[in-house]
């Protein structure tokens, strides 16, 4: 029992001093020192026996998924838990403006955008940006969001999947600014009136000030005049072209303002067999 009431006070101490509820499924204790900034390491779970690709291994009986335990340090606290859980609450320690290092998975992230930006933008005409995306849409996403940040927003890439009838979230001083739409289209198409009033339709919810679509075409009359009345920017394929040639102007990668891992990212991590259902309440918006 005595056990259990000291887990209870590092748990109470904890959400006193950070102003964070936490989940029934993270241990809070104490360390037995001080860790500042936090640091975190993420477990995944795992198959006991697997195949190669990291799915369950069929031919052995009562195999079973092994959870393994993510440790999060901050301060004199130590939090266990799975991977969405300590990934949630870094991120709202991050919001809180507490210091927290970037786990392994994190630096692979930053590394691996520093990496695109480096080469991003040597591609200045459209036959070549549609050649680079044809075959996977979604980096063309990334690579629009890149160009927003250069010219000083923060960017949310919305997950592939449901999201919400926009691509990205811009912020400005941590304010939502504006939501943007992005088309890899080949030049010899156009984009629609319909695709336009899916985003003025999205941002019934998201209330941002501004809409944006971005395209490597370029639109309809109809929704070019669909725009105008609703307050629509369209960026077409010319504009497209102005924002890249200001890129290189710039030598310096900007600061990722989405390096924070996303529920997609831990998802690379974990085999698809795995039910993951009960871990992903709440992920994104609180514990």
Known sequence: MWFFKYKMKARRQFEDRYGIRVTDRCAVEHSGRDVYPGRFILKFPRWKHAKADGTQ??????????MEQSVLWIDEFRIISDCFAIVELVRLLRAREYAVSLCAQEQKKLDERNEEWKTAFQDTTIRRIVERFEKNPTRFEAYCAMLFEQLGYQTFVTPPVNDGGYDIKLFLNDELYALVECKLYNPSSRVSRPIIQKLVGANEIARAPHLFVV?????????????????????????????VKRAIEHEEVPVLSFVQLTEEDLQTYIAPDIDLEPFRNGFGSGL
């Not at 639109?219 to 102005?242: H, M």
């Open 57 to 66: 291994d069929k031919r052995v009986h009562d195999n079973e998924v092994i």
């Open 215 to 243: 395209t490597t075409s370029i639109y309809t009359k109809e929704a070019v005049d669909f725009a105008r009345d609703a307050g629509v920017r369209l960026i077409d394929g010319n504009s497209l072209c102005e924002l």
